[in-house]
């Protein structure tokens, strides 16, 4: 059962360089997020999608961009990376909507993408 | 807009029940609350969601009381594994939309 998965687990990057966060799931979700997780904090939610082709801005999207060109993948870009970024990236999906009134459900997390930008 | 307020830290004894509490004034009618657990270099766990009153699943329950502006999580006979960071969950209502929001979470260290 392999859910939610990121790649890559471990990236560092220079500041300036870009770079492109990979999510796939294998549970045909509609809804997919990223998320950033800075030290002793929950995690802040950048961008999400409520199917493929739609993608939509969350709390925390500057510097960051992304697409849901099928629907089992959510990729997660940074254009030009800053030390700001450095950051634990977390990859959701879920059945129902997140950023929907009501009962949400259960998020599904990948197992994070540790970034650092030197 | 939501906001809610969760201990920073709580400690505990194996065989223990451990209850965190949650509070969220502003939690709005049509909201559920949610609870996840996270171990470190993990993605969070969900653990129970509820909207009134009581629900129990196999790992934990979720008590909130008629005014819903609290919520309080019990984990029955804690043991070491459950040594986690447990986050408390409602909608939050902003300029983008509404969004369901992670705040800082109870890191809970449990003590053999």
């Known amino acids: 059962n392999a859910g939610v998965t990121q790649t890559p687990k471990f990236r560092v990057l220079k500041t300036g360089q870009s770079m492109t966060l990979l999510c796939a799931q294998d549970?045909?979700?509609?809804?997919m997020y990223w998320y950033r997780q800075d030290p002793g904090m929950g995690l802040r939610l950048i961008h999400y999608?409520?199917?493929?082709?739609?993608?939509a801005k969350g709390e925390v999207p500057d510097g960051y961009n992304v697409s849901r060109l099928k629907k089992q993948n959510f990729l997660l870009g940074l254009e030009s990376a800053a030390p700001s970024q450095t950051s634990v990236y977390f990859c959701?999906?879920?059945?129902?909507?997140?950023?929907?009134?009501?009962?949400?459900?259960?998020?599904?997390f990948g197992e994070g993408s540790r970034l650092t930008v030197l | 807009l939501a906001k809610t307020t969760q201990p920073i830290s709580m400690d505990s004894y194996e065989g223990q029940e451990v209850n965190i509490t949650c509070s969220h004034n502003?939690?709005?009618?049509?909201?559920?609350i949610t609870w996840y657990q996270q171990f470190p270099s993990q993605g969070p766990r969900f653990i129970i969601q509820?909207?009134?009153t009581k629900v129990t699943n196999e790992v934990a329950s979720l008590f909130i009381p008629a005014d819903r502006k609290s919520s309080t999580l019990s984990l029955p006979r804690v043991s070491l594994s459950d040594t986690a960071v447990y986050y408390c969950?409602?909608?939050?209502?902003?300029?983008?939309?509404?969004?369901?929001?992670f705040g800082a979470g109870t890191r809970l260290f449990v003590k053999a």
């Open positions: 509820g909207y009134k």
């Open positions: 999608s409520v199917g493929e082709g739609t993608t």
């Open positions: 959701a999906s879920s059945y129902r909507s997140a950023v929907a009134g009501g009962p949400t459900g259960e998020l599904f």
């Open positions: 969950l409602v909608g939050d209502r902003g300029a983008g939309g509404f969004k369901t929001i």
């Open positions: 549970m045909n979700h509609e809804y």
């Open positions: 502003n939690i709005a009618t049509n909201d559920y």
